[in-house]
Structures are given as structure tokens and as C-alpha cells.
């Protein structure tokens, strides 16, 4: 599996929806998320937004959902995964 890495997402995103947010944007994101979730997020914004094109604040904003929620949805399966296996 190839690594991902912020460059990258960051370019998906150019390369997809256009106008890049800010650098601490992404930044921000890889603080409390993985860079394979915020990837799923821009890649899910992208799709998005060719159905229904967005500001660029309410794209951030979008992204940021998917994020948060494909983290909790990751987080809630690691606990059933752990107390299942006890």
C-alpha cells in the first residue's frame, strides 16, 4: 500500500476541487485524524461538490465533517473490536 502523505492530499485536492485550502488547514485536520481518513474526506468533498459546487468555506467545512465522523466511526469500531477480544 503506498503511503500517504499531506503533499498528496493536498495535491488531490488541487488537482479535484480546485483552490487549495491553506497549509495549517490540512495541518490542523493530521492533528487529531489519519492521513488515510483525510484523504476519504477530500476525495467525499470532491464528489460532492461536482453534484452541488460549495464555497470554499462551506468545502472546508464538508471536509471537516466527513473527517470528524469517519474518525468517531473508526474510533467506535476499535472498542468493539478491543472489547470483543476480551
Known amino acids: 500500500m503506498q503511503q500517504v502523505t499531506l503533499e498528496a492530499i493536498m495535491d ?7 483552490d ?10 493530521a492533528l ?8 476519504e474526506g477530500v476525495v ?3 464528489k460532492r461538490n461536482l ?7 462551506d468545502r472546508v467545512r464538508y471536509c471537516s465533517g466527513v ?4 474518525t468517531a466511526r473508526e ?4 472498542r468493539n473490536r478491543a ?3 476480551r
Open 12 to 18: 488531490i485536492w488541487s488537482r479535484t476541487i480546485g
Open 20 to 29: 487549495t485550502p491553506i497549509r495549517q488547514q490540512f495541518e490542523f485536520w
Open 32 to 39: 487529531n485524524n489519519s492521513l488515510q481518513v483525510i484523504k
Open 44 to 46: 467525499a468533498t470532491a
Open 51 to 57: 453534484i452541488s459546487p460549495m464555497s470554499q468555506t
Open 67 to 70: 473527517i470528524g465522523i469517519r
Open 75 to 78: 474510533a467506535a469500531y476499535a
Open 83 to 85: 472489547s470483543r477480544d
